[in-house]
T-cell receptor, first 115, second 108 residues
Framework: DAGVTQSPTHLIKTRGQQVTLRCSPI?????VSWYQQVLGQGPQFIFQ???????GRGNFPDRFSARQFPNYSSELNVNALLLGDSALYLC??????????????FGPGTRLLVL | GQNIDQPTEMTATEGAIVQINCTYQ??????LFWYQQHAGEAPTFLSY????GLEEKGRFSSFLSRSKGYSYLLLKELQMKDSASYLC?????????FGKGNQVVVIP
């Protein structure tokens, strides 16, 4: 079975540009979450989407936005890029079990470098 | 708010046992996860605790005490491939809150 896929794998942008990252969840998973991981730190939560609705938003500026499509894939958009946005962007998909339990499975990530 | 605390690095010998601790303070709690992350790769799921006690999965075991806000991951019979960062994450409020990770270096 295919796991979570993300594209592109690597990306180089300059300050002020905009970027779109893409994620396809595991088949049957309806929830997608986005995380930012800078070197030496744990992943930081950005967004969670379930059934195309935003369920959670982390402490990130409005330059960060996301959406989920009818096939449950998702895009993360970052506008007006800053040097500090350089990081590994992780997508995780999950399915909610009875009782509200979920386990998140991560994709390989997109490594973004802002120059 | 959420605060997840882990020690930063430890070195252990092949074949040994290592315990990685995690303490947390969170406003919502649905469970605690442990992930393994090799350098340059995505985190991979290791274990999940929602109730107090020990969960054992092969060479890896994880313990949770909700009243103490404490968990540990126990790695037995260490192998060189276990050299990685081990991330503790608390599930709650529709998100995972991660600690900074504990870098384990396994030496021959």
């Amino acid at each position: 079975d295919a796991g979570v896929t993300q594209s592109p794998t690597h990306l180089i942008k300059t300050r002020g540009q905009q970027v779109t990252l893409r994620c396809s969840p595991i088949s049957g998973h309806k929830s997608v979450s986005w995380y930012q991981q800078v070197l030496g730190q744990g992943p930081q939560f950005i967004f969670q989407y379930y059934e195309k609705e935003e369920r959670g938003r982390g402490n990130f500026p409005d330059r960060f936005s996301a959406r989920q499509f009818p096939n449950y894939s998702s895009e993360l958009n970052v506008n007006a890029l800053l040097l500090g946005d350089s990081a590994l962007y992780l997508c995780a998909s999950s399915v909610f079990l009875a009782g509200g339990q979920e386990t998140q499975y991560f994709g390989p990530g997109t490594r973004l470098l802002v120059l | 708010g959420q605060n997840i605390d882990q020690p930063t690095e430890m070195t252990a010998t092949e074949g040994a046992i290592v315990q990685i601790n995690c303490t947390y303070q969170t406003s919502g709690f649905n469970g605690l996860f442990w992930y393994q992350q090799h350098a340059g790769e995505a985190p991979t799921f290791l274990s999940y605790n929602v109730l107090d006690g020990l969960e054992e999965k092969g060479r890896f075991s994880s313990f949770l005490s909700r009243s103490k806000g404490y968990s540990y991951l126990l790695l037995k019979e260490l192998q060189m491939k276990d050299s990685a960062s081990y991330l503790c994450a608390v599930s709650g409020n529709n998100r995972l809150a991660f600690g900074k990770g504990n870098q384990v270096v396994v030496i021959p």
